[in-house]
């Protein structure tokens, strides 16, 4: 089988094809979704596949670790060197991403409370990824709302995914790429994506903080913001605004930046992607490439 579709993987030590990697039924992932993961995307390049902004997931990693209280069982260097072990175990052609999964590990028995004296299960796997074509960004995608129900620790990127893959099922029977979660009246995120709208040509961004998983494309699209002389505010959004908006779009690792262009089957502005979109894929683009330049100078 090739490695698209039998990866190598990383299990505890140990590298081998991903059909053969196995945990014990009694790992804390597997028992109570006790546990983190990230999910960063490679790029290919003449070089090989490299990473984009690797420092900032790496640091949301040991955040979202130490707010679960599981030791970070690498320092960044360490995951620096598993991630280019990986890269290499898993040479092919297009973009891809890395993810990396951390549990609080195998426990003897099944118990709530922390077990003492446990090693955390530590997981890495290279997955080929497409990212969203010429054509799909040129028309759009289509979004549906729903009312927010998880816990309020979503700023923990957490492996407990239930309430987020109701919300990615959602989308999936209503044809929709997304659903853009509310709370309270007042916009949340993506079933695994940020959201944004534009109003009058002004960005804004639903507020950090435990209601929202802070994507490291956040801190990005404000940088881009700031490089397109394009005004941004990070405050509440209420569902009025939302479907009042200008322009809506979603960020994440595997989406990048991406147009929604109808919200509950209406149009959303003037059912295009609009200028600010435009604006911020365009920087986008700008941001990857020189960090992608400094990757290959580094690889000379
Ligand atoms: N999800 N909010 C949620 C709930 C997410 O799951 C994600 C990413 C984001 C965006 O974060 P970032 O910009 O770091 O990708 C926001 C990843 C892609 C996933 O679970 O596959």
Same mark, same amino acid.
């Given at each position: 089988m090739s490695h698209e579709l039998d990866p190598i993987v990383y299990l505890n030590g140990e590298w081998g094809p991903l059909s053969e990697a196995r945990i014990p039924v009694l790992d804390r992932g597997f028992i109570f979704g006790d546990g983190v993961y990230e999910v960063v995307p490679l790029y290919a390049t003449p070089d090989g596949r490299a990473p984009f902004r690797l420092t900032q997931h790496l640091a949301r990693l040991t955040r979202s670790l130490g707010k679960i209280r &599981?030791?970070?069982?690498?320092d960044d260097a360490g995951w620096r060197a598993l991630i280019n072990q990986a890269i290499d175990a898993n040479k092919g052609e297009g973009d891809a991403l890395v993810y990396l999964h951390v549990t609080r590990g195998v426990a003897k028995r099944r118990g709530h409370a922390f077990p003492a004296d446990i090693t955390p299960t530590v997981f890495v796997m290279v997955n080929p990824l497409t990212f969203p074509s010429a054509e799909s960004r040129a028309q759009g995608a289509r979004a549906v709302t729903a009312e927010?129900?998880?816990?309020?620790?979503?700023?923990i990127k957490s492996i407990s995914l239930l309430g987020n893959v109701l919300m990615a099922q959602h989308a999936a029977e209503n044809d929709a790429l997304e659903t853009i979660q509310l709370r309270d009246g007042l916009l949340t995120e993506g079933s695994s994506s940020n959201v944004w709208i534009v109003k009058s040509g002004k960005l804004f961004g639903a507020p950090r903080g435990?209601?929202?998983?802070?994507? &490291?494309?956040y801190a990005l699209v404000e940088e881009l913001a700031l490089e397109a002389g394009i005004a941004f505010e990070e405050r509440e959004i209420t569902e009025a605004e939302l479907r009042d908006a200008d322009e809506i779009m979603i960020s994440s690792a595997t989406k990048e930046v991406m147009p929604i262009t109808v919200l509950d089957g209406a149009p959303v502005g003037d059912g295009q992607p609009g200028a600010v979109y435009a604006a911020l894929y365009d920087a986008y683009q700008r941001a990857k490439a020189r960090e992608l330049r400094q990757f290959s100078a580094r690889a000379e």
């Open positions: &599981i030791h970070n069982p690498f927010d129900k998880r816990w309020l620790h979503c700023d435990p209601r929202i998983l802070e994507g &490291i494309r």
